[in-house]
């Protein structure tokens, strides 16, 4: 081939430049039309972002508008549900700042109760809500407050034994009581109740949820300001200790003998009241002798006087029964029996005679402390005797 001829060839530059032409245009053309795919790909995720939307479901306190200087208004949910739809960065911003309400409009209602379509405040208006229950019933009254001094309840039962509870000590000692007209007049006190536990020693000091109650003692559904009040309850032991001598007395029949008893213990110790303890001058022992023959000693368990006395020391305490029997002449009286007097006392004798010639009867009970020995004795006799 000829190349000097092909470039001297002006054709030859004419159909050179025309493929050129025609891949610049392809090139161009190519690039435009990516181009407009990105920008559309782009414009579609924008507008995916402009139109996306959510809703979220809230539960909001509910307020009300209302005279509070007038009107005490009742019977209404302290919080209500509000769903929320829209754009989705607007729900999220109404959902985290709160920056509305929901509320209950009361203007121009009179006392007496009514129903009353619930109302919302601050919302953008591009979203959307709904409110539930949509509709709430109140009861509108006319209002009073009153000053109540507070008085502390609780259970005495609840204290260990041998306890018992000073005056409790409240602070504040008053509180405010805001309610409808009548039912504050009803409020016979204002009260805390105090919850012990079982078997309590020491004083008491507690954060106690007060009460407003009428006469028979039913809950009113006022508002005390403050709602709580801190209460003190001393608690102190209300025992004292004291020692009383023993005194035996014999517990039981036996014919034909005569008993007493002793112990190598004088008295014992006794805790109780004091009032308890200060009609308290000895301690009683029961000593069954139902048949005893002869010479023992018995275990014997020291049973609790009276009420006011918790305890005594020792428990029980060991008996030494001296039996001996009761003279010929004695026993062989007609139809004659011995007893023991079971409420013998210390160092007491008790005797009963008539005259020799019409017969004698004699009935002897003694019991005595023995203040100058080791022990603590005491006797039980009893004898019939005709001539």
Do not use: C
Request: avoid cysteine; charge should be positive; proline fraction near 3%.
């Amino acid at each position: 081939m000829n190349w000097n001829r092909l470039f001297d060839n002006k054709w030859f530059y004419r159909l050179l430049a025309l493929v050129f032409a025609v891949l610049l245009f392809n090139y161009v053309n190519s690039i435009g039309i990516g181009d407009r795919e990105q920008s559309s790909a782009a414009n579609n995720q924008n507008g995916n972002s402009v139109v996306a939307e959510r809703s979220e479901t809230l539960n909001f306190p509910l307020s009300i508008n209302v005279d509070s200087d007038k009107y005490f208004v009742s019977g209404y949910p302290e919080k209500v549900k509000i769903k929320i739809s829209g754009q989705s960065s607007l729900v999220t911003a109404a959902t985290n700042t709160r920056n509305f309400s929901v509320y209950a409009d009361l203007t121009g209602l009179k006392p007496g109760q009514h129903w009353v379509k619930l109302k919302q405040a601050g919302l953008n208006r591009d979203l959307n809500y709904q409110i539930s229950p949509a509709k709430i019933k109140v009861k509108i009254s006319l209002r009073k407050t009153k000053t109540f001094p507070v008085s502390v309840n609780y259970s005495s039962d609840q204290l260990a034994s041998g306890y018992q509870a000073d005056k409790a000590v409240v602070s504040p000692r008053t509180v405010t009581v805001t309610g409808a007209k009548k039912d504050v007049e009803r409020i016979a006190k204002v009260q805390a109740n105090l919850q012990l536990s079982s078997g309590t020693q020491s004083t008491v000091n507690r954060q106690v949820m007060l009460q407003a109650v009428n006469n028979s003692g039913k809950i009113l559904n006022v508002v005390i300001s403050p709602e709580t009040v801190k209460v003190r309850l001393p608690i102190f032991s209300s025992e004292s200790e004291k020692k009383v001598p023993l005194n035996f007395v014999a517990s039981g029949n036996s014919d034909n003998y005569d008993y007493s008893f002793s112990s190598n213990i004088k008295e014992v110790t006794v805790k109780g009241t004091k009032s308890a303890l200060a009609n308290l001058s000895k301690f009683t022992v029961s000593v069954p002798i139902d048949n005893v023959t002869s010479d023992t000693t018995k275990e014997v368990d020291l049973v609790l006087p009276s009420k006011g006395i918790s305890s005594v020391n020792p428990k029980s305490v060991r008996v030494n029964i001296n039996v001996s029997s009761v003279s010929a002449g004695n026993a062989n009286s007609a139809g004659g029996t011995t007893s023991a007097k079971k409420d013998s006392s210390t160092s007491s004798t008790e005797s009963e005679s008539s005259d020799s010639d019409s017969g004698t009867s004699k009935t002897n009970a003694s019991a005595t402390i023995n203040s100058d020995s080791e022990t603590t004795s005491s006797s039980a006799t009893g004898s019939t005797t005709e001539n």
